[in-house]
């Protein structure tokens, strides 16, 4: 990602992810050279437009994981380049472990809803998930972003669905760390598979007012990227 006018790409939503995201890149892409010191705190709160504790937890993830190095009273250094490889190694499976989090609560939250969905959808409800679904399909093959988005869009429908205003609000809650992940995911791991046909199962299933198919469809659609995410992780 290029971060010329960093501060006009910073979304709605959780800033250190995308902090932690923009300084990754400054350092893979040599901007921030090895064992160079990074600019200060107030410099580059100023130059992204957000606050410093925001900087100060983004530098905080990725001294962490051993890409930079905080030497109080002096400054914050990119790790030598032999320490850089090690890190990036270090760092993809770190990554890997969070995603694999993400999907646990991600499958906690959704199975239970389409269960719901399945006994409480009218069909005017069901219509909208009809047109959300087409769309979901139309933008698989594009951009990675704007199809994160429509999926989840579908998701957080199907959970509305559910009737239970507490789940919502948790969906909603982690929705935007969930769309950090799916990007990463699909920008990243080679071979994501392709849950379409579940989707497709999932609607069916609540059209039919089926709880246990639509938990089934659920549960496939997760535990496809689950079980490829726990492969990377072992």
Do not use: Y
């Not at 791991?189 to 379409?196: A, I, K, L, M, R």
């Amino acid at each position: 990602m290029s971060d010329e006018h960093a501060g006009s790409v910073l979304r709605s939503g959780p800033l250190v992810p995308q902090l932690e995201q923009i300084f990754r890149s400054r350092i893979q892409q040599a901007q921030w050279a090895p064992t160079t010191r990074i600019p200060s705190e107030a410099a580059l709160a100023t130059e992204l437009g957000v606050g410093r504790s925001s900087i100060r937890e983004a530098i905080r993830l990725l001294a962490r994981d051993g890409l930079l190095e905080v030497r109080h009273g002096i400054g914050t250094f990119v790790a030598a380049e032999s320490d850089l490889e090690h890190a990036g190694e270090f760092t993809r499976l770190l990554r890997r472990s969070r995603l694999l989090e993400v999907f646990e609560v991600r499958r906690a939250l959704e199975v239970e809803a389409a269960r719901l969905a399945a006994e409480r959808a009218q069909p005017a409800d069901l219509e909208r998930l009809r047109r959300q679904l087409s769309v979901r399909h139309s933008h698989f093959e594009g951009d990675v972003e704007k199809f994160v988005d429509v999926d989840l869009d579908f998701h957080t429908e199907v959970v509305r669905l559910s009737g239970n205003a507490v789940l919502l609000s948790l969906f909603e809650s982690v929705r935007p760390l969930l769309r950090d992940t799916l990007v990463e995911l699909m920008s990243n791991e080679v071979g994501v598979p392709d849950t379409s046909h579940t989707h497709d199962q999932l609607l069916t299933a609540l059209q039919e007012s089926d709880p246990d198919a639509a938990v089934a469809a659920t549960r496939e659609n997760i535990d496809t990227v689950l079980r490829k995410l726990r492969v990377l992780d072992s």
